[in-house]
């Protein structure tokens, strides 16, 4: 069975730093290039940034380019998302999210999601 | 930038159709896939329409997508409506600037 389960959330303060962990299994993880997208409290969905299978290739978000650093390291099956410089803005559930397509190059279109992790960010 | 809009709620009673929206705002939003995820409340998204029209494995044939490019615009039609389909739809496609776009995302409610 696919999976995917994320770790790392919690509260911090403004100007704070955390990192996000996403584990994969039942796929060739490094075949599929991998997601971040966040949902703030009531909000809808905003993508956030994507890495390529190989982790050669990153994309961010204008919002948060200069701050979050997605990398991978697929030896461990593992995503991830370094985020610095949080603001409260940045308070949302985030989720990883595979790519449907298994070219390995970003497609941008996701069919397997995780279960999210909240991130707070307040005083 | 590209943006997609959907109606912010639809509502129709169980056992009938209904479709959502989405609109493109510039181009031709028949120029890359768009995907529909369904997000039950409290719960991660899920993946109920990829590359415009294709379902993934487990997702019922009651669920189905298509393009309309003289609107240029994309829809989800659900036909036979269940109380379990009563949730947050939102459409998804891919902007060569921007990378990834979201709908605002449609509250379905099935009464």
């Known amino acids: 069975e696919v999976q995917l389960l994320e770790s790392g959330g919690g509260l911090v303060q403004p100007g704070g730093s955390l990192r996000l962990s996403c584990a994969a299994s039942?796929?060739?993880?490094?075949?599929?290039?991998m997601s971040w997208v966040r949902q703030a409290p009531g909000k809808g969905l905003e993508w956030v940034s994507a890495?390529?299978?190989?982790?050669?290739?990153?994309y961010y978000a204008d919002s948060v380019k200069g701050r979050f650093t997605i990398s991978r390291d697929n030896s461990k099956n593992t995503l991830y998302l370094q985020m610095n410089s949080l603001r409260a803005e940045d308070t949302a559930v985030y989720y990883c999210?595979?790519?449907?397509?298994?070219?390995?190059?970003?497609?941008?279109?996701?069919?397997?999601w995780g279960q999210g992790t909240m991130v707070t960010v307040s005083s | 930038n590209f943006m997609l809009t959907q109606p912010h709620s639809v509502s129709e009673s169980p056992g009938k159709t209904v479709t959502i929206s989405c609109t493109g705002s510039?181009?031709?939003?028949?120029?890359?896939?768009v995907q529909w995820y369904q997000q039950r409340p409290g719960s991660a998204p899920t993946t109920v329409i990829y590359?415009?029209?294709?379902?993934p494995s487990g997702v019922p044939d009651r669920f189905s997508g298509s393009i309309d490019s003289s609107s240029n615009s994309a829809s989800l039609t659900i036909s036979g409506l269940k109380t379990e389909d009563e949730a947050d739809y939102y459409c998804?496609?891919?902007?060569?600037?921007?990378?990834?776009?979201f709908g605002g995302g449609t509250k379905l409610t099935v009464l």
């Open positions: 999210a595979k790519d449907y397509s298994s070219s390995s190059w970003f497609v941008g279109a996701f069919d397997i």
């Open positions: 998804q496609s891919y902007d060569s600037s921007i990378y990834v776009v």
């Open positions: 510039s181009g031709s939003i028949a120029s890359n896939y």
């Open positions: 890495i390529s299978g190989s982790g050669g290739s990153t």
């Open positions: 039942g796929f060739t993880f490094s075949s599929y290039a």
């Open positions: 590359e415009d029209n294709q379902r």
